[in-house]
């Protein structure tokens, strides 16, 4: 018998819905749900945590204990990123740890625990917690193909996962590219090495292969196959899971689920992906075989291509993807899932718009360094040197990357108590994952997104103001005129048309401008008077947000020097001065907005 892991209410909505999916969309269903039988339900964990908070409005422990409280009988599983919990940065471990106690406290029985770059010493902590508090733990090895990759790399660490003390394997194939030969040999080697405890496959339907691999997968032994309720699978999401109920049905691997129960499932969830359509992307829809060649995933593929338009280098879509297998060659060969998957394709699209390592990212210094762990294969030495300098095996850290961390949890708890909202364990842990987002929800102040029947957004809509705001930062006001714009003198139009980033993913919001038209105040902008060329004019090569200023006006500065930092596409970079000098006169300060060519400090 094969059993099946449904992830309707997490992987199959962030893959296609951009994890938009709200508590209230799951609740109404649950009970039905509970009654399939699964072998395990996907429902909190990866990217929803951070959605909830950032862009619903909903607490991500409210949504657990309540759907735990609708399903009693099915285990609930949630996506654990190792020492990066649920956030793109390692956590120390008093933070980990007390993160899973409260995860299984409010209703999470099964954690599935993945690090991208398969050091299972990142592993070690959550998987000890976990069985420290009475949960299963799936253990995950991250799925790519690089030489070396081979069946036995995978054979050799579930072995050691195994000992570790994993209840289950499971080979996480997130960018949807195993091929059936891959996966019968991946689980066949295992079962015949020994290997004792169930095993999970866990695909995406992108590469047009799963089916196949899935079959294969069955033949070779599988125990438990990950799909998601059909609405919401194919494309970039799992394989359908009446579909494969229906293929084994009769066999000796029947899963001996309730069609007819699954397909009422199926009913409530197509009109769940309806009230969503604003979210639907074609392309998302399709296969995409080319992904077996580049290996980058669907979602870093619409995140590069929405980086790319933000950088206006759109055309050089195609030589980025030939330079992110080629950096990837360079580091490695990390799986690119999160976070590795940012760090490679950053730097190179970095590479292909600035030249080779000319300019390098914080986050790719800190992954030769070690401090996302040791990559799969030794980072070729020229590009260490490049990257960190002739001293460059001076700066390799040995140990875990956790290890140089200091205890967290105190001094958030400390930090959140001066912002008077309620301190219960759950509202600190959100706030130490995440300090900004985290408050902001915390306080009240969040905002909880539409769904595709409110829009188009009326012209008062906070979100339509916030997203004025982000598309027009130097505008201080924003009011609405019942006299059409040309009839007036100074203040201008706005448009009303907006591309809005969701997740890394573009999409179209309008606004209706009902009984007004919305303008901006001309008296509040900003100076537009800012000089473009200058002597000794420091300029900022990318668009992004200016993080830090590490000079003043007065300072002297060292050629090469590094005199601020900006962030840009979700990445951390240095700017440095390129004379030495004094600095004159700073024209922006943090937080601003600057665009490529913008001017930022004057060095004479
Ligand atoms: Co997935």
Same mark, same amino acid.
């Given at each position: 018998?094969?059993?099946?892991?449904?992830?309707?209410?997490?992987?199959?909505?962030?893959?296609?819905?951009?994890?938009?999916?709200?508590?209230?969309?799951?609740?109404?269903?649950?009970?039905?749900?509970?009654?399939?039988?699964?072998?395990? *339900?996907?429902?909190? %964990? %990866?990217?929803?945590?951070?959605?909830?908070?950032?862009?619903? /409005?909903?607490?991500?422990?409210?949504?657990?204990?309540?759907?735990?409280?609708?399903?009693?009988?099915? =285990?609930?599983?949630?996506?654990?990123?190792?020492?990066?919990?649920?956030?793109?940065?390692?956590?120390?471990?008093?933070?980990?740890?007390?993160?899973?106690?409260?995860?299984?406290?409010?209703?999470?029985?099964?954690?599935?625990?993945?690090?991208?770059?398969?050091?299972?010493?990142?592993?070690?902590?959550?998987?000890?917690?976990?069985?420290?508090?009475?949960?299963?733990?799936?253990?995950?090895?991250?799925?790519?193909?690089?030489?070396?990759?081979?069946?036995?790399?995978?054979?050799?660490?579930?072995?050691?996962?195994? #000992?570790? %003390?994993?209840?289950?394997?499971?080979?996480?194939?997130?960018?949807?590219?195993?091929?059936?030969?891959?996966?019968?040999?991946?689980?066949?080697?295992?079962?015949?090495?020994?290997?004792? *405890?169930?095993?999970?496959?866990?695909?995406?339907?992108?590469?047009?292969?799963?089916?196949?691999?899935?079959?294969?997968?069955?033949?070779?032994?599988?125990?438990?196959?990950?799909?998601?309720?059909?609405?919401?699978?194919?494309?970039?999401?799992?394989?359908?899971?009446?579909?494969?109920? @229906?293929?084994?049905?009769?066999?000796?691997?029947?899963?001996?689920?309730?069609?007819?129960?699954?397909?009422?499932?199926?009913?409530?969830?197509?009109?769940?992906?309806?009230?969503?359509?604003?979210?639907?992307?074609?392309?998302?829809?399709?296969?995409?075989?080319?992904?077996?060649?580049?290996?980058?995933? %669907?979602?870093?593929?619409?995140?590069?291509?929405?980086?790319?338009?933000?950088?206006?280098?759109?055309?050089?879509?195609?030589?980025? *993807?030939?330079?992110?297998?080629?950096?990837?060659?360079?580091?490695?060969?990390?799986?690119?899932?999160?976070?590795?998957?940012?760090?490679?394709?950053?730097?190179?699209?970095? /590479?292909?718009?600035?030249?080779?390592?000319?300019?390098?990212?914080?986050?790719? #210094?800190?992954?030769? #360094?070690?401090?996302?762990?040791?990559?799969?294969?030794?980072?070729?030495?020229?590009?260490?040197?490049?990257?960190?300098?002739?001293?460059?095996?001076?700066?390799?850290?040995?140990?875990?990357?956790?290890?140089?961390?200091?205890?967290?949890?105190?001094?958030?708890?400390?930090?959140?108590?001066?912002?008077?909202?309620?301190?219960?364990?759950?509202?600190?842990?959100?706030?130490?994952?995440?300090?900004?987002?985290?408050?902001?929800?915390?306080?009240?102040?969040?905002?909880?997104?539409?769904?595709?029947?409110? *829009?188009?957004?009326?012209?008062?809509?906070?979100?339509?103001?916030?997203?004025?705001?982000?598309?027009?930062?130097?505008?201080?006001?924003?009011?609405?005129?019942?006299?059409?714009?040309?009839?007036? @003198?100074? =203040?201008?139009?706005?448009?009303?048309?907006?591309?809005?980033?969701?997740?890394?993913? =573009?999409?179209?919001?309008?606004?209706?401008?009902?009984?007004?038209?919305?303008?901006?105040?001309?008296?509040?902008?900003?100076?537009?008077?800012?000089?473009?060329?200058?002597?000794?004019?420091?300029?900022?090569?990318?668009?992004?947000?200016?993080?830090?200023?590490?000079?003043?006006?007065?300072?002297?500065?060292?050629?090469?020097?590094?005199?601020?930092?900006?962030?840009?596409?979700?990445?951390?970079?240095?700017?440095?001065?390129?004379?030495?000098?004094?600095?004159?006169?700073?024209?922006?300060?943090?937080?601003?907005?600057?665009?490529?060519?913008?001017?930022?400090?004057?060095?004479?």
């Amino acid at each position: 018998m094969v059993q099946l892991h449904e992830m309707i209410l997490r992987d199959a909505h962030q893959s296609m819905l951009a994890t938009r999916m709200r508590t209230e969309d799951m609740l109404p269903i649950a009970e039905k749900v509970d009654q399939v039988g699964f072998f395990s *339900l996907e429902v909190w %964990g %990866g990217a929803t945590f951070d959605v909830s908070i950032r862009y619903l /409005n909903q607490d991500p422990w409210e949504r657990l204990r309540q759907l735990k409280k609708a399903m009693p009988n099915t =285990p609930l599983q949630m996506l654990e990123r190792a020492m990066n919990i649920v956030a793109y940065r390692n956590f120390p471990d008093d933070v980990v740890k007390k993160f899973i106690y409260l995860a299984k406290k409010n209703g999470c029985d099964y954690f599935r625990i993945f690090d991208a770059l398969n050091d299972l010493r990142n592993m070690e902590t959550p998987m000890k917690a976990v069985k420290e508090n009475g949960g299963h733990v799936q253990a995950c090895l991250s799925y790519t193909i690089s030489p070396v990759h081979s069946v036995d790399y995978f054979i050799t660490r579930f072995k050691q996962l195994e #000992k570790m %003390g994993a209840d289950s394997l499971c080979v996480k194939d997130m960018a949807g590219m195993i091929s059936p030969q891959r996966a019968y040999d991946i689980v066949k080697g295992c079962k015949d090495a020994g290997v004792k *405890l169930p095993m999970d496959l866990h695909s995406h339907c992108t590469s047009g292969m799963t089916g196949m691999a899935y079959q294969r997968a069955v033949e070779a032994g599988i125990d438990i196959l990950d799909t998601a309720i059909s609405p919401i699978s194919g494309g970039t999401a799992a394989p359908a899971t009446e579909s494969i109920v @229906a293929a084994l049905h009769g066999t000796e691997w029947d899963t001996h689920y309730d069609l007819k129960l699954l397909i009422e499932i199926r009913k409530y969830f197509l009109e769940i992906w309806g009230k969503y359509r604003h979210l639907h992307r074609f392309d998302a829809l399709k296969i995409d075989p080319s992904v077996t060649l580049h290996q980058v995933p %669907g979602g870093m593929l619409s995140n590069l291509i929405f980086q790319l338009e933000e950088q206006g280098a759109r055309d050089k879509y195609r030589e980025i *993807l030939d330079e992110t297998a080629r950096v990837r060659e360079e580091l490695g060969y990390p799986p690119l899932v999160t976070p590795t998957s940012q760090v490679v394709g950053v730097q190179a699209v970095m /590479n292909v718009l600035h030249g080779r390592y000319k300019v390098i990212t914080k986050e790719t #210094k800190d992954y030769c #360094k070690g401090m996302y762990g040791k990559p799969p294969a030794p980072i070729k030495p020229e590009i260490m040197k490049t990257v960190l300098g002739p001293q460059w095996k001076d700066e390799v850290i040995d140990c875990r990357p956790s290890d140089l961390l200091e205890p967290m949890w105190e001094k958030r708890k400390s930090e959140l108590k001066e912002h008077g909202v309620k301190m219960t364990d759950e509202n600190v842990m959100t706030y130490t994952i995440y300090p900004q987002v985290g408050l902001k929800f915390l306080k009240g102040e969040a905002v909880a997104e539409f769904y595709s029947d409110e *829009l188009p957004l009326p012209i008062d809509h906070v979100l339509t103001r916030g997203m004025v705001r982000q598309s027009f930062p130097e505008l201080k006001q924003i009011w609405l005129e019942t006299e059409p714009p040309e009839n007036r @003198a100074g =203040p201008a139009q706005i448009p009303t048309e907006f591309e809005v980033e969701v997740d890394g993913e =573009p999409f179209e919001v309008k606004v209706t401008p009902t009984g007004g038209y919305l303008v901006a105040g001309a008296e509040d902008v900003a100076p537009q008077g800012k000089p473009k060329d200058i002597e000794g004019g420091v300029k900022s090569s990318m668009q992004g947000t200016i993080l830090k200023i590490k000079v003043k006006t007065g300072d002297k500065v060292k050629e090469g020097e590094i005199i601020a930092t900006i962030e840009a596409m979700k990445m951390e970079q240095e700017i440095k001065s390129e004379t030495a000098g004094e600095v004159k006169e700073i024209f922006v300060k943090e937080g601003d907005s600057v665009s490529n060519g913008d001017l930022l400090m004057q060095i004479l």
